[in-house]
């Protein structure tokens, strides 16, 4: 079956430090969705990239989908505290609304 | 907004009882999901549905099933508990053209 895989598994940066968390899928993805959980809260919905190469902005964090539409990456750029929590790719396949998710990305921010 | 409830944030049960876990969303969304989340292993699809009376066998199935008499809820039930189902719940939803997920607030069970 799909499987994604998200590595780092975790990251430590000081604030003020980039960030980046890394998606591979073993099959082609129709499209990618990006999640956030903070800490003890729930994942929620950050954007979904369809297009292969496609690159997508939502203010510091900078979202890719590779040209193969196999991986994606999520990069953030001077890291402030409020970033701290999980972050989470899931892939779609080529059919059906059934997302598979990554293992995900724990970020913590030192200030 | 999307509401997506559960009906519990912290259970605590003993081996062998049954559980039940329910999720109810408020935006008539065909599709809803159950997973289940540990440290390390993400999240991972136990069962699914994409209509009433439907529904899938997710990636972790085992030990599980599920119920959907209601659009708005989906149920998922642990026949005999077991101490390795001790984990975070975590319902979710979609229907819009995207397939967003909205996530409930999760079930915390500790099965002892």
């Known amino acids: 079956g799909q499987q994604v895989m998200q590595i780092p598994q975790y990251q430590h940066v000081q604030e003020g430090e980039d960030f980046t968390t890394y998606c591979n899928s073993s099959?082609?993805?129709?499209?990618i969705q990006w999640y956030k959980q903070r800490p003890g809260g729930h994942p929620v919905f950050l954007i979904q990239l369809v297009k292969s190469g496609e690159v997508k902005k939502q203010k510091r964090l900078t979202f890719q989908f590779g040209e193969a539409k196999k991986n994606s990456s999520l990069h953030i750029t001077a890291t402030q505290t409020t970033d701290v929590g999980t972050y989470f790719c899931?892939?779609?396949?080529?059919?059906?609304?059934?997302?598979?998710f990554g293992e995900g990305t724990q970020l913590t921010v030192n200030p | 907004d999307v509401k997506v409830t559960q009906s519990s944030r912290y259970l605590v049960k003993r081996t062998g009882e049954k559980v039940f876990l329910e999720c109810v969303q408020d935006m008539d969304h065909e599709n809803m999901f159950w997973y289940r989340q540990d440290p390390g292993l993400g999240l991972r699809l136990i069962y699914f549905?994409?209509?009433?009376?439907?529904?899938e066998k997710g990636d972790i199935p085992e030990g599980y099933s599920v119920s959907r008499e209601k659009k708005e809820r989906f149920s998922l039930i642990l026949e005999s508990a077991s101490t390795n189902q001790t984990s975070m719940y975590l319902c979710?939803?979609?229907?819009?053209?995207?397939?967003?997920?909205?996530f409930g607030p999760g079930t915390r069970l500790t099965v002892l």
């Open positions: 979710a939803s979609s229907g819009d053209p995207l397939y967003t997920q909205y």
């Open positions: 899931a892939g779609r396949g080529t059919s059906g609304s059934r997302l598979t």
């Open positions: 549905s994409y209509d009433v009376k439907m529904k």
């Open positions: 099959t082609t993805l129709s499209n």
